[in-house]
């Protein structure tokens, strides 16, 4: 067993990440710390002495990450500074960090699958523009950068994809990456062991599109449910002042670990609706 460091322990992935840690018999310490004061956060590490650091924080960025278009100082302190921090601290303190990124800084269809290699082409959001910033800067470190992209769940936090997907009454719907956050944990659980360094992508098998998800739901959760698909450039003209990012990512690299995120195929989408159903 091992001892983690849970930074954002208190937010959507990171509390479950504490769960899942503390049912397999890890110790975990969640202490809330700001990541953006350095020697606090180093004087916190040197104390408890963890094995592994996994920095989940992140800028409030809620109900979506166009937040942090009016809110960059925060986002830089926190999703840059920040991180950069939580990095250089577990270092300095004999910890092994990773850090949670993201793969909002592609953009492609499906002719494209991004690799850990490619090199970002996503600029048209502050908060994708300061995951570059991030990424370049840990990338001469000795850490693992974990991408992850539009995160979602069995169960009905606000932050989780589905939660979001179903509160819009118009939705785009194209090929995107996603990953499943029940099937992240007991991945970053075995990578704590195997202590990679570098950018890793951790989606889940193929793709799946916001019509998807919209369906399940309504299929199986609430059969009023009604919404419209639009397109990307109607939802930029119309609705949001940024553009989003639309991608599908390569799990190869992590499939060469050992690391697998199975597909959400059908039959998995609906297993994942009715978990969802009960929590509501």
Known sequence: MKKYYILGASGFIGSGMKKYLMNRGHQVISERTDVSDFPNLLAEFKKTRPEI????????????????????????????????????????????????????????????????????????????????????????????????????ASYSPPRNLINKIISYQKIISVPNSITLVEDLWPALEKLAVLKPIGILNLTNDSYIEHRDIAEAYKKYINPKHHYAIISPEELLNKITKTEGSNCVLSNAKAKSLGIKLPAINEKRLEEIMLEYKKTL
């Open 53 to 152: 650091v996994i920095n989940f924080a992140g800028a409030h960025a809620y109900p979506t990450v166009r937040w942090c278009e009016d809110h960059k100082e925060e986002t830089v302190k926190v999703n840059v500074g920040g991180a950069i921090n939580a990095v250089l601290a577990a270092l300095e303190s004999g910890a092994y960090p990773i850090q949670i990124s993201s793969g909002c800084v592609y953009t492609g269809g499906l002719e494209t699958s991004f690799s850990e290699e490619d090199k970002p082409n996503f600029f048209g959001s502050f908060y994708s523009r300061m995951r570059v910033v991030m990424q370049n800067a840990l990338e001469e470190l000795p850490v693992l950068q974990a991408r992850i992209r539009m995160p979602m």
